[in-house]
């Protein structure tokens, strides 16, 4: 669900879970275009033969593939201001990750506003724990502290 508000509106958010409803399929062939762009082609994430002999018993998808698509569900589960101009990726704080996705999962991501700040007028600084959902799973694939830039 895509919450569009007024930038007055955020401070009431905050400690407010948003996503985690929707779901992303994390195929083999993702996984390898992954390796192809990253050039991190380590045989875990990519030989399934292989993949089967180790602990995990198949291939995982890079914890680096799982959070590149934070914008993915953010876009689909997050915040919006209303008259955004541009959003910003700011960084990250902390980041862990806590459990392998492995081939064919379906993840998912939630987000909780724990800041806002006004820069400047016009321009929001929001963090956010965000948390790397396997569907099925209790352990989130990762956790992070996640900030973004919005210009209204």
Known sequence: ??????PRELTG?????????????IS?????QFAETTEDRQFIHIDPQ???????????????LTL???PYFYEKSGIHLKNTKMAINYGFDKIR?????????????????IEVEERKPGQFKLK???AGLIKGSETPALVAEWMGIFIT
């Open 1 to 6: 669900m895509i919450h569009l508000i007024e």
């Open 13 to 25: 958010l905050i400690g407010k879970e948003l996503g985690g409803n929707d779901w992303l399929l």
């Open 28 to 32: 083999q062939d993702r996984i390898n």
């Open 50 to 64: 292989r993949a089967k002999q180790t602990p995990l018993g198949g291939t995982i998808a890079h914890g680096m």
């Open 68 to 70: 590149s698509l934070m």
């Open 97 to 113: 990750f806590l459990a392998p996705v492995p081939v064919n999962s379906e993840i998912g991501m939630k987000f909780t506003l």
């Open 128 to 130: 956010f724990n965000l």
